[in-house]
């Protein structure tokens, strides 16, 4: 993934981000930040680097100033359009193997995060 990105100047994490604004919207930080399941420090760092970047926009909320809501921008869109597919990647992950089968897989890796996450949290 890293390799077909290198040429446009983005990591994967910076391609998540830029995916999800191209697929979901407008979103506000701190809900990108849980959607993505990255930690906020590590999505700030990202966020300040693609504005510099100019691919996306970080406004104020009108509902409440504290929030940033984060939209892709003109060259943002332009470049979203211009990646390559990624696809391949999940293909060959996944390929061939029963969707009940992922659907438990995700399942049980979601539950095991979040019990140790709970952990995480009572230290």
Not at 116 to 122: E, I, P, T, V
């Amino acid at each position: 993934m890293d390799e077909r990105l290198r040429p446009f100047d983005l990591g994967s994490t910076q391609w998540y981000v830029l995916w999800y604004l191209a697929n979901h919207g407008p979103s506000v930080q701190r809900d990108l930040g849980r959607a993505l399941e990255l930690e906020r420090a590590t999505l700030s760092g990202i966020i300040t680097t693609l504005v510099r970047k100019d691919l996306i926009a970080q406004t104020a909320s009108g509902d409440d100033q504290r929030q940033r809501v984060l939209a892709l921008t003109t060259a943002g869109e332009a470049l979203w359009r211009r990646l390559p597919d990624l696809s391949f990647i999940h293909d060959a992950a996944f390929g061939g193997i029963d969707e009940a089968d992922l659907a438990t897989t995700i399942r049980v890796l979601k539950s095991a995060t979040e019990r140790l996450q709970n952990l995480l949290r009572k230290d």
